[in-house]
């Protein structure tokens, strides 16, 4: 079955998509950054086509009052008129244990409104409703900071792995529609200010958690009960200490694999050359020109246009890495693909002993060659 989860590329929605895409559904990640953005409407008709279930597990960027309301306001309105349109059968959302009794909390006010366009849309949908991740504690504890001290209410408190809360949504997507919630929290229950206070131990936090029946929580007073989820809540498998022993070492996190490839050949007794190459706005950059081996290359700025014999050209921005294989295949392109900004990058290249790393290709090979290269844009 075709699922629309968006905010699919988000901590929740990637983890959904992939459980979804693992059991067999045609699970599609749909955010800003895949071209569909449901506050402005581009992409939802043609994301939304032939869908059976939407999933809404997208965020406000800003948790700012007004912002936050204008964001789940909108973007649900955007979204519900869209899948009517679509015959969608099934809308989905994620929303927070407890929304109902802390209506003066400007971000629970606006799920509140959230739910509340959903229930009278007339489309089957659920509503799952979680309480706090355990990936959100830090960020809980860093908003209720004052003074380099943490205050927090001595008021129930049960968080939950975002692991558990994508199983809970997944599962909503394809059940049938409870046309009302589930609440899901995780398995157990803690006061909040001894929560903190063991979690900021374990974080190796040496900021103090001072008990306080007034600390707020984003703005709000939380009651005794306000965060957890009532009888009958489905509850996550993992425990905090658990999630916790879990989590990668600082600097594992601080590791982003942007290529991986396995090259046809390495010259024997090849010797390795980092350059760092800058083309100004506009530069049509290196002649075509060959390496004596492969060649590992990411854009630090700016934009490439990067063309490999036999390849389309493409564009390459910051943050995008590229490899070329070396020997036979000419490199026609690296220049620069923007005529207002300069182009930065740098290569690795895996020379053949004594030899340039680079050799320009004769005018007279390109046009013997010039059946190789991929058809020129128009
Ligand atoms: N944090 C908690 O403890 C907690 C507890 C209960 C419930 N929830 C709910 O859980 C949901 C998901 O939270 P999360 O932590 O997974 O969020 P997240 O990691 O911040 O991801 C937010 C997602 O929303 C997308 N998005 C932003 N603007 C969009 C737009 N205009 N149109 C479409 N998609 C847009 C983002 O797309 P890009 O990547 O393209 O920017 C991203 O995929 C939220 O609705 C929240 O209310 C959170």
């Known amino acids: 079955m075709k699922i629309v989860v968006i905010g699919g590329t988000g901590l929740i929605g990637s983890k959904v998509v992939e459980r979804l895409t693992q059991e067999g559904h045609e699970a ?16 939802l008709e043609q994301a939304l086509s032939g869908a059976q279930a939407v999933v809404d597990v997208s965020n406000s960027p800003s948790f700012e009052r007004a912002e936050v309301m204008e964001f789940f306001e909108t973007s649900t309105r955007n979204l519900l008129a869209a899948e009517a349109a679509a015959g969608v059968g099934h809308h989905v959302a994620l929303s927070v244990v407890g929304t109902e009794r802390m209506p003066d909390n400007g971000y629970f006010a606006a799920k509140i409104a959230q739910e509340r366009l959903i229930e009278t849309s007339g489309i089957p949908y659920s509503l799952v409703h979680a309480t706090q991740f355990f990936e959100f504690a830090r960020a809980i504890a860093d ?19 975002a692991d558990d809360v994508a199983d809970a949504v997944a599962r909503a997507a394809v059940d049938a529609p409870l046309n009302g919630r589930v609440e899901v929290g995780g398995p157990d229950q803690y006061r909040m200010d001894e929560f903190f206070r ?67 050949f390495i010259p024997a007794g090849a010797h390795a050359m980092t350059v760092v190459v800058e083309h100004p706005p ?6 075509p020109h060959r390496h004596s081996g492969p060649a590992f290359g990411y854009v630090i700025e700016g934009e490439m246009r990067f063309e ?7 564009v390459l921005r910051a943050g995008e890495a590229f490899w070329e294989p070396g020997g036979d295949v000419i490199h026609y392109q690296d220049g620069n693909a923007r005529d207002d900004v300069p182009l930065r990058f740098t290569v690795t290249m895996l020379c053949e002993p004594d030899r340039p790393m680079l050799v320009l290709v004769e005018e007279e090979e390109l046009a013997r060659r010039r059946h190789l290269r991929a058809p020129r844009p128009s």
Do not use: C, M
């Not at 009532?230 to 425990?239: C, H, K, M, N, V």
């Open 143 to 161: 908003e209720a900071t004052v003074d380099g001290e943490v205050h927090v209410a001595p008021v129930r408190f049960q968080p939950i792995a």
């Open 28 to 43: 599609v990640a749909a955010s800003p950054r895949t071209g569909v953005n449901a506050l402005t409407g581009e992409g």
């Open 198 to 264: 063991e979690a900021l131990t374990a974080w190796g936090d040496r900021r103090q958690v001072v008990t306080d029946e007034e600390a707020r929580y984003f703005g709000s007073v939380p009651g005794e009960r306000t965060l957890v989820p009532g009888d009958g809540a489905r509850l996550g498998r993992l425990g905090y200490r658990d999630w916790l022993a879990r989590q990668p070492a600082a600097w594992q996190k601080a590791l982003t694999v942007v290529q991986e490839v396995q090259p046809p």
């Open 308 to 314: 490999l014999e036999g390849d389309p050209e493409r």
């Open 282 to 287: 506009g530069s049509p950059g290196t002649p």
